[in-house]
């Protein structure tokens, strides 16, 4: 199947955008186009979906508080789902379709949290229904007798992470969450249902988490998960004070920090790269995917789910650094790119070009003033959209 157009995605998106309008009514339209939704830039992982926000898991290495999300109470998010939707649609840098935005359900609340689950159940039909995105979500809270309820998606493209990153000791880790081997049950009753569950190993824990990740893969891989995403961690003084309260030691995390940076509310990564080699290496000789980013896990779940390899909406297979080779190989995956339209839509934008030609990867803009054309470029939500469209870099030469 050869790949669609900016133009014709941007065209389903203008339709959809109208079907909703008509049927919402200027009230609710008007919540959809103020809420943050219609405005917010993807992630590498997606445009992100607050189905719930907050939490009551309490996890120590968990980033809500620094937030200023409660990580103590939650509640379900307030658009309902066709309002979300017409947010969605509205946000300047989404595209709808499989070819579209990846869209990832999570980040600053539990989804499966039962004060807000009918909500997320309700978002997720809304998407399949209409837009047919890939969507990825993570969770800690899914239950096993909850699973049934996603089997109306197994033929969606959908990509379940099921975070276990701790065995012995866990509940002092996450105390509000189900336990490690009702999570081991999900991945299998997800499996079981025709959907394709990862391993979220995340965060990778020094000195804490590391002797105890082999029997996690293990236990994942016989349970029917298809590969593992490994996650590194951000910390923050309160995250480190919180580990070190509920008495987990932090000096080998601490040995991987510039103090320096470490600062209120200020998310410093701590270098784990050798502990992901470590760990990807063990997850393949357990038989799993071994994966470094969530969309790539969403590009390999949604090539299981309809066996269309399409390239990673993420373009990690351009940074070699975060793409781990997995079976889709986004690389070898031919792409047909509209140059003409692409200097068209440029144009429009107002970014002056004088050329638009495809090298490898990336396609390339020759301008007379390449940092004008740059500095406009990045204050674009165009170069988000061709990006998206055509899975190709677009940079200025």
Partial sequence: ???????????????????????????????????????????????????????????????????????????????????????????????????????????????????????????????????????????????????????????????????????VNWRSMEPGVLPPEDRFSTIKALRSAGLYPFLFLRPLLPGINEDEIADILKESKRVGAVGVVIGGLRVTPLIINRLKSSGFDVNEILKRVNKSELREKIQVPIDTADIKARVASIARECGLVALYSACCATTYAAYLTDGERVPCAGLCFIDKRFCAQCPVRCEEVEISVDLEEVSRYLRNAGIPVRSVNLDGFNIVIEADNPRKAWNKLRRSSIKTLIETAYRRRLIVG
């Fill in 1 to 167: 199947m050869s790949n669609p157009t900016l133009t014709s995605l941007l065209t389903k998106k203008r339709v959809l955008q109208e079907t909703l309008l008509e049927s919402l009514g200027e009230r609710r339209a008007e919540l959809a186009r103020r809420d943050y939704h219609a405005r917010r830039k993807p992630r590498p992982c997606g445009l992100t979906v607050h189905s719930v926000i907050g939490c009551t898991g309490r996890c120590a290495y968990c980033y809500l508080p620094d937030m200023n999300v409660s990580f103590r109470e939650a509640r379900p998010y307030a658009l309902s789902a066709r309002e979300i939707l017409l947010a969605i649609l509205l946000n300047p840098y989404f595209l709808p379709g499989r070819w579209g935005t990846y869209l990832a359900i999570g980040s600053i609340g539990e989804p499966f949290h039962p004060i807000g689950i009918e909500r997320t159940l309700e978002y997720m039909s809304a998407f399949a229904k209409y837009l047919r995105n890939p969507v990825q979500f993570s969770t800690k809270m899914l239950s096993e007798r909850d699973v049934r309820r996603l089997t109306t998606f197994k033929n969606y493209p959908l990509s379940p992470l099921i975070t276990i990153v701790k065995l």
